[in-house]
């Protein structure tokens, strides 16, 4: 699945990530988080980043209350962030 830079397949990422997608279209996103090392590769680095601006507080309304309720729903991902904010200290304090 090569979408690299395709701003609308980020946007699509991101919606995966905080639970709004169609459960069909979330199906295969899984099926290809699994067995397409591309999609895979850019499903991480959006997910990062979502990650890194929920830690600078750059993320707001519908977006802000989808990464509260749905993003943070899993300790697995708790944890993701209570890292990102430990590496956001310690890159301030540089």
């Given at each position: 699945m090569s979408s690299n830079g395709d701003p609308r397949f980020e946007i699509e990422l991101t919606q995966y990530?905080?639970?709004?997608?169609?459960?069909?279209?979330?199906?295969?996103f899984?099926?290809?988080?699994?067995t397409d090392d591309e999609f895979a590769s850019r499903l991480s680095v959006v997910e990062n980043n979502l990650v890194d601006a929920y830690v600078h507080d750059e993320l707001s309304g519908e977006t802000l209350q989808r990464f509260q309720s749905y993003y943070?729903?899993?300790?697995k991902?708790?944890?993701?962030?209570k890292?990102?904010?430990?590496l956001a200290c310690y890159k301030e304090r540089e």
């Amino acid at each position: 699945m090569s979408s690299n830079g395709d701003p609308r397949f980020e946007i699509e990422l991101t919606q995966y990530l905080l639970g709004g997608l169609s459960e069909r279209k979330a199906e295969q996103f899984d099926q290809l988080s699994i067995t397409d090392d591309e999609f895979a590769s850019r499903l991480s680095v959006v997910e990062n980043n979502l990650v890194d601006a929920y830690v600078h507080d750059e993320l707001s309304g519908e977006t802000l209350q989808r990464f509260q309720s749905y993003y943070l729903s899993t300790p697995k991902r708790r944890e993701k962030v209570k890292v990102a904010r430990i590496l956001a200290c310690y890159k301030e304090r540089e």
